[in-house]
């Protein structure tokens, strides 16, 4: 049996993961960031890894279908889950943003209506401001709201600020830094304290 289970975020960071584990000389056979496979043993059969959205990594790792995840902080913090978050990876780097036209005030508007993936991460930011508003969940493309009329500003991930440029909008406000972060289960970590702190201990050495 797998010492512990890595649940590994799919998507954009999945070659980085993928990478990272590489260097620290666990591979798995067959795994690639585009491998259909969702189960994955390293060579010893000392750990298993799943393959996931990112937005359910954090799920996975709370209710102990794995005992670490690698994944976003934007899902980290999305997901509300309870969770030890014990490294930062430094890959996936973008940040969480308050984007709209050039000029848009935010303090005029009440309530503000905001278009985000991310309705925790909104709310708990205007409230944080003590700023009331409206949110409008959408699932990508959130920068056509502003544009269209369906929200007065959006909250979402800059990574280069291509999309918003592109789509002559500016950040307006940054609410914060976003990595892909080191997740562990809190029973795990006790339970299975040998195996994941030693494991943790080589992912800092890797770490560039
Ligand atoms: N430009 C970016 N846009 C979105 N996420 C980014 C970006 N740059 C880095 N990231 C990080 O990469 C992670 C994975 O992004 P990706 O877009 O592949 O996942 P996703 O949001 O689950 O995608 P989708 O919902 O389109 O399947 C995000 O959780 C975030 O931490
Ligand atoms: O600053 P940039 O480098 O342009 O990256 C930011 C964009 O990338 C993400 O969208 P994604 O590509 O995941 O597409 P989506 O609109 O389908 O969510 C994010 O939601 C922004 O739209």
Do not use: W
Not at 49 to 70: E, M, R
Not at 177 to 203: M, Y
């Amino acid at each position: 049996m797998a010492a512990f289970t890595i649940a590994v975020a799919k998507g954009r960071t999945a070659d980085q993961s993928i990478h990272l584990l590489d260097s620290m000389g666990i591979t798995f056979q067959q795994l690639t960031s585009s491998s259909r496979k969702l189960i994955f043993y390293n060579s010893d059969e000392t750990i298993k890894l799943i393959f996931v959205k990112g937005v359910d990594v954090p799920t996975y790792v709370a209710k102990g279908a794995a005992d670490i995840g690698i994944v976003g902080k934007d899902n980290i913090l999305e997901s509300q889950a309870d969770v030890y978050e014990v490294l930062d990876l430094k890959i996936g780097t973008c940040k969480f943003a308050v984007a709209g036209k050039p000029g848009q005030l935010l303090d005029t508007i009440k309530p503000l209506t905001i278009a985000t993936k991310y309705p925790t991460i909104a709310r708990n930011y205007f409230s944080r401001k003590g700023k009331s508003i409206d949110i409008v969940k959408l699932n990508g493309s959130v920068e056509l709201a502003p544009l269209i009329g369906l929200a007065d500003v959006i909250v979402d991930i800059v990574e280069t600020g291509n999309t918003l440029r592109e789509n002559g909008l500016i950040i307006l406000e940054e609410v914060e830094p976003i990595s892909t972060r080191l997740i562990v289960n809190k029973a795990s970590f006790a339970l299975k304290s040998q195996a994941i702190h030693s494991f943790i201990q080589e992912v800092q050495k890797n770490l560039t």
